[in-house]
């Protein structure tokens, strides 16, 4: 998997850089959320957690993929700015430990 960001913007409102990249994985399958944003956490030299992915979209045939990425400051400002569906498919969760255990 290649990634290269074509552009880069600071959004300093909501204190986060927002990424636009493309993927190329040319005889691979599609790559998934969590490995997009360890590549990104990597590139920007910041933690996993902080990465919120928001769009992929693979071009058919090609072996491409464009994507769209938030990287917040902190995991209070990505809590308080995303949408809980985006929060649930990059690996946040609320829920207290006490129905974690009983699961």
């Known amino acids: 998997m290649k990634m ?7 959004n300093v409102l909501q204190e986060r850089t927002e990424v636009c990249f493309v993927i190329d ?14 590549e990104l956490a990597k590139q920007f030299n910041t933690k996993r957690n902080l990465v919120i992915v928001d ?17 917040y400051k902190s995991e ?3 809590k308080k700015y995303e949408n809980e569906y985006l929060l649930k498919r990059n690996g946040y969760t609320d829920k207290p430990a006490e129905e974690e255990a009983q699961e």
């Open 25 to 38: 994985h040319a005889r691979e399958a599609t790559p998934g959320r969590n490995a997009v944003a360890e």
């Open 76 to 78: 209070e400002l990505a």
């Open 4 to 10: 290269e960001i074509k552009e880069q913007k600071d």
């Open 55 to 71: 769009d992929l979209k693979s071009v058919y045939g090609v072996g491409k993929t464009n994507g769209y990425a938030k990287i």
